[in-house]
């Protein structure tokens, strides 16, 4: 079975969504993973994002992480692939940055480097390659890596230990565009936690109430799930659980 079936047979079993942003690879990632019948259900959409300026306005990638590590770097893809995930609401992000050839090398960075990373609530993956082919074998070898570290982390994923809390907080909130709210940090115990990151929102039941939970992270790395009671606008912290970056 090709990879790219078996990753969505994968995301199917579990529920979950997947976005990407490409630069090296230019879109062959999306293409891979679209060209399976039935993909609309987990795959939400991905970026293509070439230039830096294209990283940071679509993607949110610092400006200083391309200055002071490179668009060719594992901070730089680790940057893109949450920025996949965080836009588009996915669970898991996939991203690719490198120099396919045959120019753009420099004196460390050699013609067929790549970095791929993966990005979820619960774990970072990041993987660094160098390919001997061309143009085109180093992007294809590319697109199979994602591929495969999507693989690597589904077939692996261990259930995380996870704090019910079930606690009252207070919640700040912030005005998107389309004229809803999201938090964008929240008071617990005393400490105020800000909000960098936000993956999956939606209804759901707490004790037969309807409620909207949002999944955010914080600066230390963790993961929190907040939701707001529909009818009292009331906020509940519900889970807390630790976030693991791993290299592979």
């Known amino acids: 079975m090709a990879i790219e079936m078996q990753i969505g047979a994968l995301l199917s079993e579990r529920g979950l969504t997947l976005a990407t942003a490409e630069s090296s690879t230019g879109g ?8 399976v ?4 259900a987990y795959y939400l959409g ?18 200083e992480t391309l200055i002071a590590h ?20 996915a669970d898991l992000g996939i991203a690719t940055t490198g120099i396919a050839g045959p120019t753009g090398s420099t004196g460390d960075k050699p013609v067929g480097l790549v970095y791929v990373a993966l990005s979820a609530a619960d774990a ?13 074998a180093n992007n294809e070898q590319s697109t199979h890596a994602a591929l495969r570290l999507v693989r690597i982390y589904l077939q692996q994923r261990r ?17 998107r565009r389309d004229g809803t709210a999201r938090p964008s940090a929240f008071v617990w115990r ?7 990151s936000w993956g999956r929102e939606g209804a759901t039941t707490r004790d037969g109430r309807a409620c909207h939970y949002h999944l955010v992270q914080t600066p230390d790395l963790e993961s929190w799930e907040l939701c707001q009671d529909t009818e009292t606008a ?15």
């Open 28 to 35: 062959l990632v999306a293409h891979r993973i679209t060209s």
């Open 37 to 40: 019948s039935g993909s609309s």
């Open 46 to 63: 991905g970026f293509v994002t070439y230039a830096n300026e294209a990283k940071e306005a679509l993607l949110g990638v610092k400006r």
């Open 70 to 89: 490179g668009a060719v770097s594992e901070e730089t893809v680790l940057e893109m692939a949450r920025g996949a995930r965080e836009r588009l609401g």
């Open 124 to 136: 970072e993956l990041c993987q660094r390659h160098v390919w001997q082919g061309d143009r085109a």
């Open 159 to 175: 259930q995380v230990m996870v704090e019910f809390v079930d606690e009252a907080v207070s919640v700040e909130t912030q005005l």
């Open 190 to 196: 005393g400490r105020r936690f800000q909000i960098t």
């Open 234 to 248: 009331a906020w509940t912290l519900a889970r807390r659980w630790a976030r693991e970056r791993r290299a592979v």
